[in-house]
């Protein structure tokens, strides 16, 4: 008989089910706390009962577990000075979109050789996340296959969906039943109607096809997540100015959601110029001190080194605390900038009394 399904199929290779990974490496308390709270606290921000600026920073992406607990133990420090006016969360990327081809992120090839050893890269990821979160310091991260939450989002204060997958109906679906925010960035072109729509359908529920904890096929019921939120990124052109956020701002409001807006200080607001990543924050910090309530976050793709290198699986050849992917501004600009944007929002008076809680 002709073969009729698995045609391209090479192999199949069983994974680890979600609940003995989790057994593995098991959740304390103190973790969880961090989870938690982080959580909360940006629900708060995103209803405006929390003054504070949500700040998610960090590299492009994690291809060095090493270089980044170092980064995140800087990032705790900076939090904790910080914390009277931002609230810091480290952006952890394990996955990462392709317009066409490329490295596909530490989960999905950790070895960055193309060996594609997804077992591996599930378990130093959630090693990693464990770690950071130990330091009192949340994680936020892009979602992209619908799988992965599964492993790791227990450990995840904030999600994003990103440009090339806002569109999808399986990431909207995803998002209906996830436990964290999340933020939908518009789309590459710039259509901020699609980051809508997608919240709105975030918010309902749905039910897909997915995997329980067990590793078993099922399908997934939720009840839709309250806790979704735009970000805008640029598209053909930047749209982090007055204008474009007073737009935004209209266009929420008209749909009866929540009028704040988070904003990626990088990709097409800065014409992949990352140099510009702290102009970009002045900009919004500026009209915030001039009485806008419509931002409530910011995106920074910051890592210990500035800019970027070629991809290698001779990890001796490669610069420590250098991204592999998008070019980041380094340590030393990510502090200088964030300290003074919160000196920059205290001069604005003290924050409302619906203040962040002790």
Known sequence: ????????????????????????????????????????TIREILAGHDRRMLCIVGPCSIHDPDSAIDYAHRLA??????????????????????TTVGWKGLINDPHMDD???????????????????????????????PITPQYIADL????????????????????????MPVGFKNTTEGNLQAAINAIQSARRPHSF??????????????????????VLRGGRKPNYDAGSIEECRKILADAALEPRVMVDCSHAQTS?????????????IDQICAGSN??????????????????SSNRAALKYGVSVTDPCIDWPTTERCLLEAASALGATGPIAAASHRA
């Open 1 to 40: 008989m002709r073969r009729i399904q698995d045609v391209h199929v090479l192999a199949t290779e069983p994974l680890i089910a979600p609940h003995l990974l989790k057994n593995e490496m098991p959740v304390d308390e103190g973790i969880a706390r961090t989870v938690v709270e982080a959580r909360e």
């Open 77 to 98: 420090k900076l939090k904790d000075a910080t914390s009277d006016r931002l609230y810091l969360i480290m952006r952890v990327y394990f996955e990462k979109p392709r």
């Open 115 to 145: 060996s594609c050893d997804m077992r591996e890269g599930l378990r130093i990821a959630r090693r990693l996340l464990i770690e950071i979160n130990r330091l009192g310091l949340a994680a936020g991260t892009e979602l992209l296959d």
């Open 156 to 179: 995840v204060a904030w999600a994003a969906i990103g440009a090339r997958t806002t569109e999808s109906q399986t990431h909207r679906e995803m998002a209906s039943g996830l436990s």
């Open 209 to 230: 096809l997915g995997i329980t904890q067990e590793g078993m096929s099922a399908v997934i019921r939720t009840s839709g997540n309250p806790d979704t939120h735009a």
């Open 272 to 284: 992949k110029d990352f140099t510009r990543q702290p102009a970009v924050l002045r900009t919004l």
């Open 294 to 311: 419509a931002i409530m976050g910011v995106m920074l793709e910051s890592n210990i080194e500035a800019g970027s290198q070629p991809l």
